[in-house]
Every structure is written in C-alpha cells, then in structure tokens.
C-alpha cells in the first residue's frame, strides 16, 4: 500500500455530509427531547461519545444549530441550550406569517401553473377527508403531513426563490413551523373546530390566489397564521399538552 487515499474526493465530501447532518440531527433529538437542558452547555467531546461521530462534524452541527436558534454560544467558549420566551415564539410565528402572506401575493400577481394548483387542490382535498373521521393521533399525523406540504406548496408558488428560502429558514426556528402546535391539539375538545377554520382559511387563501386577488391573498395568509398564536396559548394552558409538545421545556413564560 502506498498511504494514498484514493476514495474520489465526492465520496468524501459526501460521508462528511451525511456525518454533520447526522450529528445535527442526534442533537436536535437531545435537546427537543428533554436530555439536554436549558442553558446546559454543550461538550464537544461528549457529544462525540454520545453520538458516535467525529469532532469535525460534530463542530459543524453545533454552529448549524446555533443558526437554528436552539443553542447560542457562551463567553468562555462552546455553545449552550437556548430557551425561548413566548415573545420570541410569537415573533417567529408572526415573522411566517409575514413570509407566507407575501408569498401568497405572489403567487396572485405573478399566476401559478395548472399542476401547482392540483397539487394544491390536492393537499385541500386530503385535509377535508381527514376532518370527516375520528380525530385520532394518526389522523393528527397525516394532517401534519398534508399541512406542511401546502405551506411548502404556497412557498414555492410565489415564483421566488428568495422567499421560498427565507419561509423554509424560519420555519426551522423553534415553535414557528406551520404545525408545530398540531399534534398536542388531540388533547383539546377544540380541535376539530380549529382544524376546520384552518382549512376555511386554506381554501379561502387558494380561492384569492386563482382570483389572482394579491392583497386579499396576503392578508389571509397572514391572518391563518393567527391560529398558530391562539394554538400557543392553548398549548401553554394545558400542563399536559405542555409535557406532550416536543421541545416544550425550552419554552419561558411570559410573567403573570
């Protein structure tokens, strides 16, 4: 053997990929799921240990982490869990819902192709079929499913790059996706009727983008994100639909 590593340099480039992003993704499990605690500060080298990865991915999924908002660094070096105040969850939220209101108007003025709107239609129509049977953790799942996929739709119906990729980079901060409260509504005898005034707001949106009705559009989507606020409250309300929500013990409350 010559010492030579002749692995072609994609191959390496890809491990190394697929190394930081999982690192990134035992991580964010950690912290989501209560094993790493607000304001704890991160070790390197035990996340090594824990996740059974190198220190160069491992470095790479911290400050990918820290972009994400769930750690921030500290003044003696490293990074440490973050917490998160109501205000900042409202603002996240509220900051979509700007994101997604624009990206409506867009795809109002700027006209939408007949495949987006079926695929649209379709996301519609799956929603309605779900809201006619039982509420139950696997329909709470498949509304997930289908709700994330036509926020990414309206996203990419905007014909803009740039927002698109603005609405998937909050999205990614804590508690602002389009189905963050979701699943822990099962425990609300609410939900039904929040699930249904969410769907109004979902039909009513497409109707004034196929209008081509841009400001009607905007301030639909920017008041359907409203619910997420409202869903928030609920969550916050409820001790056990708190215990239930993933991530809820980074959550600060606001004083009383």
Do not use: W
């Not at 996340?47 to 750690?71: C, D, F, K, Y």
């Not at 900042?88 to 990206?103: Q, V």
């Not at 790059?161 to 699943?183: C, D, G, H, M, N």
């Amino acid at each position: 053997m010559n010492g030579i590593d002749d692995t072609p340099a994609s191959t390496r480039a890809g491990s190394a990929a697929s190394q930081t992003v999982k690192a990134q993704l035992g991580l964010r499990e950690l912290i989501l799921g209560g094993e790493l605690a607000p304001g704890e500060r991160i070790s390197e080298l035990g996340v090594v240990e824990r996740l059974g990865v190198s220190r160069t991915p491992v470095r790479a999924a911290l400050m990918r982490l820290q972009e994400e908002g769930l750690l921030e660094p500290i003044p003696s070096g490293g990074y440490a869990v973050r917490s998160f105040s109501e205000n900042e969850i409202r603002d996240s939220i509220e900051l979509r819902g700007t994101l997604e209101g624009l990206a409506a108007r867009l795809a109002a003025e700027r006209g939408i192709t007949h495949s987006m709107f079926r695929d649209l239609h379709d996301c519609i129509d799956e929603i309605d079929e779900l809201l006619v049977g039982e509420l139950s953790e696997e329909t709470f799942s498949r509304y997930v499913e289908a709700n994330g996929r036509f926020h990414r739709l309206l996203a990419a119906a905007s014909d803009s790059e740039v927002v698109a990729r603005q609405i998937e980079k909050v999205a990614t901060l804590p508690f602002a996706s389009a189905s963050a409260f979701v699943v822990v509504q099962s425990l609300d005898p609410r939900a039904r009727e929040t699930l249904i005034v969410a769907q109004a707001q979902h039909r009513a949106v497409l109707e004034a983008i196929e209008s081509r009705e841009g400001a009607r559009a905007e301030a639909l989507m920017r008041e359907h994100s409203h619910i997420a606020h409202q869903n928030l409250k609920r969550v916050l309300d409820n001790q056990r639909a708190m215990t239930r929500l993933i991530g809820g013990n980074l959550i600060r409350r606001n004083p009383r």
